[in-house]
């Protein structure tokens, strides 16, 4: 089992950044992939970020040079640079094993708004 808690998330103005971070705890050594997924008011839960074991990286198009993911050992964070009201959401982490198996953190609010 794994579980995950994220921070970093807030009020921002349009432009602006954050960093949201996730931290895993349990069996850490099982995790392949690591990520972020967002969901907005009356949307589906979408794809942000993904990131593997050996470096592979997914972005969304909409976050492409904008948003940055990075992972440490048990840590797996998402630079949020030139932030557009339309980012606005739940970012939620994502943890899969290798036994393919997802993990979801609580969710961390992000608005982006004047």
């Known amino acids: 089992q794994v579980q995950l808690v994220e921070s970093g998330g807030g009020l921002v103005q349009p432009g602006g950044s954050l960093r949201l971070s996730c931290a895993a705890s349990?069996?850490?050594?099982?995790?392949?992939?690591m990520g972020w997924y967002r969901q907005a008011p009356g949307k589906q839960r979408e794809l942000v970020a993904l990131?593997?074991?050996?470096?592979s990286t997914n972005y969304a198009d909409s976050v492409k040079g904008r948003f940055t993911i990075s992972r440490g050992n048990a840590l797996v964070q998402l630079q949020m640079n030139s932030l557009k009201p339309e980012d606005t959401a739940v970012y939620f982490c994502?943890?899969?094993?290798?036994?393919?198996?997802?993990?979801w953190g609580q969710g961390t609010q992000v608005t982006v708004s004047s």
């Open positions: 994502y943890n899969r094993d290798y036994g393919n198996k997802d993990y």
């Open positions: 349990g069996n850490i050594f099982s995790i392949n992939v």
């Open positions: 990131l593997s074991k050996f470096g």
